[in-house]
C-alpha cells in the first residue's frame, strides 16, 4: 500500500516525497499539473484536482495514507472517494490559524478550518499539523532586497516564529511512518521568537549587505498587498500582524520537542536561500 502526497510540487510536499522514497515507502506524488512533477526515479504521479472529483479514483487506488494539503472545495467528495478506496490516515498541512477568535469567519483561517472540520467528521484517523509562519515567507522580500531597495511594511516590529518548511516535512514523515504522532493536531513553530526586522537583519547577514527597512502606514500596505492577494485575506493578515506587535511569539511544538532533533533555525533557512536575494 503507499502514501499519496498531494501539493507535490511545493516545498514541503516535495520534501516529504523525497523522504519517503529515500527510506523505502511506496510513494505517489499527485499534482494539478503532474507533468510539471520533478519526483525521484520510481515514484508515481497522478493528476489530483480538489475540486474535479474525476480525479480521486486513479489518485487514491491503493492508498493508505494521505498527505493533505488543505483545500474545502471538493473535501467532501475526496472523504468519500478515500474511504471507498481503503485510506485509513490523512495527514493535512493545516494552519495554526484555525486555533484562533473568529476562525470560521477569517478568510485566511476558514480556509484550513473547514478541511478539518469535514475531516474530524469523518471515519478516518486524522493527523492535524498546523505550523504557523513558514521562514519561506520570506522569499516575498526578494524582490526588493535584490533591488537594494528598502523592504516597506506596516509593522516590522510584529513577532513570529518562523517554521523552516525542512522541519514540516521531517515531522509529516513521521506522521506517517509511525505511531507517535498519529491522530494529534499540532501546533508547529520555529524555535524562537523574531520580528520582522529581526528577521531582515538575519537576511543581511546572510547575503553580506544591509537591507533597509522603511515602516508604511496600513493604508499602503493595503495598497501594495492589493496586487497579490483578494482584499479580505489583506486585512486579516495585517490585522494578524498588528496584535503580534505586543511581545513575543509563542514557541509551541518543534522539531526538538517532538522528534528529540534540534529545530532548524531561521538563520539556517536565510544561508542556505541567500542566492534568491542576490538579484539580477
Known sequence: MSTLVTGARGKVGQALVGRLHSAGHAVRAASSHPARLTVPTGVETRE????????????????????????????HELIAAAGAAGVEHVVLLSSSSVLAPG?????????SLKVEQALAASALTCTFLRPDAFASNSFGWAYPIGRSLPVQL?????????????????????????????????????????????????????????????????????????AHMPAPMVSSLLDLWEAANHGPATVADTTETLLGRPARTYAQWARENAAAFAGH
Do not use: C, K, N, W
Open 103 to 111: 476562525a470560521a469567519d477569517d478568510p485566511l483561517a476558514s480556509h
Open 48 to 75: 489530483l484536482v480538489l475540486d474535479r472529483p474525476e480525479t480521486f479514483p486513479a489518485a487514491l487506488d491503493g492508498v493508505r495514507q494521505v498527505f493533505l494539503y488543505p483545500e474545502p472545495a471538493g473535501i
Open 154 to 226: 506596516a509593522h516590522p516590529d510584529a513577532h513570529i516564529a518562523p517554521i523552516h518548511p525542512d522541519d514540516i516535512a521531517d515531522i509529516a514523515y513521521e506522521a506517517l511512518t509511525g505511531d507517535l504522532l498519529t491522530g494529534r493536531r499540532l501546533t508547529l513553530t520555529g524555535p524562537e521568537s523574531l520580528t520582522f526586522r529581526r528577521q531582515l537583519a538575519v537576511l543581511a547577514d546572510a547575503i553580506g549587505r544591509e537591507i533597509p527597512v522603511e515602516q508604511i502606514t496600513r493604508a499602503e500596505a493595503e495598497r501594495q498587498m492589493a
